[in-house]
């Protein structure tokens, strides 16, 4: 398994935006299962090289909520199984996701971590809830220096890929036009203290036509 095969693997079990992670389990199903760890790998390494804060704020204005760990983890997914042209796009330049994501339609799959796991248990019979394959994916061999600077070498980041984020009006149209202009974002400042701190901090309203109104804050990533 190299990365080769792991795009096109993606690549046939991609039937639309939201994708169906079922079909990525049956198709991983298939592989042996040194193929299945191989798989797993190097796709646990394109979700790390994905955690960047510039391409968090852009899953930030796709969900249109108040994004956390978990759905910034979801949304690193979700843009895997975008397919390989999609995802080394989004991380050259984060505001090209406007012209992969429909609007009202990025529902990522929480299913899409366990389509491996999954894979690895029907192939050897196991139940569901078996974590067998927790313990050989930490003891197969990782991936080679060799393999992880090839992967590497096909990412081009955006300049300001790691840009720390600020709660700050304009900066979200600044460095992400077609997202913001995408999903007809009208923001307004509104200042607001935290009745346990008392401490002050910035929400912006972000309203969408006339139906409705989310308010989020933004921070940057933890290195």
Same mark, same amino acid.
């Given at each position: 398994?190299? +990365?080769?095969?792991?795009?096109?693997?993606?690549?046939?079990? /991609?039937?639309?935006?939201?994708?169906?992670?079922?079909?990525?389990?049956?198709?991983?199903?298939?592989?042996?299962?040194?193929?299945?760890?191989?798989? @797993?790998?190097?796709?646990?390494? *394109?979700? =790390?090289?994905?955690?960047?804060?510039?391409?968090?704020?852009?899953?930030?204005?796709?969900?249109? !909520?108040?994004?956390?760990?978990? $759905?910034?983890?979801?949304? #690193?997914?979700?843009?895997?199984?975008? $397919? /390989?042209?999609?995802?080394?796009?989004?991380? #050259?330049?984060?505001?090209?996701?406007?012209?992969?994501?429909? !609007?009202? &339609?990025?529902?990522?799959?929480?299913?899409? *971590? *366990?389509?491996?796991?999954?894979?690895?248990?029907? /192939?050897?019979?196991?139940?569901?809830?078996?974590? #067998?394959?927790?313990? @050989?994916? *930490? +003891?197969?061999?990782?991936?080679?220096? /060799?393999?992880?600077?090839?992967?590497?070498? @096909?990412?081009?980041?955006?300049?300001?890929?790691?840009?720390?984020? =600020?709660?700050?009006?304009? =900066?979200?149209?600044?460095?992400?036009?077609?997202? !913001? $202009?995408?999903?007809?974002?009208?923001?307004?400042?509104?200042?607001?203290?935290?009745?346990?701190?008392?401490?002050?901090?910035?929400?912006?309203?972000?309203?969408? $036509?006339?139906?409705?109104? &989310?308010?989020? =804050?933004?921070?940057?990533?933890?290195?």
């Amino acid at each position: 398994m190299n +990365k080769e095969q792991f795009w096109e693997i993606i690549g046939r079990t /991609k039937v639309s935006t939201n994708n169906t992670p079922d079909l990525l389990t049956a198709e991983l199903t298939r592989l042996e299962i040194s193929d299945i760890l191989r798989w @797993e790998q190097i796709h646990n390494l *394109y979700y =790390s090289l994905a955690y960047k804060n510039k391409l968090y704020a852009a899953a930030n204005i796709i969900s249109q !909520c108040c994004y956390s760990d978990d $759905g910034f983890n979801q949304f #690193r997914r979700w843009l895997i199984m975008q $397919g /390989k042209e999609a995802f080394l796009n989004a991380l #050259r330049d984060p505001d090209s996701l406007a012209d992969v994501v429909e !609007c009202e &339609k990025y529902t990522p799959k929480k299913k899409i *971590y *366990y389509t491996a796991w999954k894979a690895y248990n029907r /192939k050897l019979n196991l139940n569901a809830q078996d974590e #067998r394959f927790i313990a @050989e994916l *930490y +003891k197969y061999s990782e991936i080679s220096e /060799k393999e992880r600077a090839e992967i590497e070498s @096909e990412i081009l980041y955006a300049d300001d890929i790691d840009i720390v984020l =600020s709660n700050n009006d304009d =900066s979200m149209f600044d460095f992400l036009p077609k997202l !913001c $202009g995408k999903y007809k974002y009208a923001r307004t400042e509104k200042i607001i203290y935290n009745d346990s701190s008392n401490k002050r901090r910035t929400l912006y309203e972000i309203v969408e $036509g006339a139906e409705k109104i &989310k308010s989020f =804050s933004l921070y940057p990533l933890y290195t």
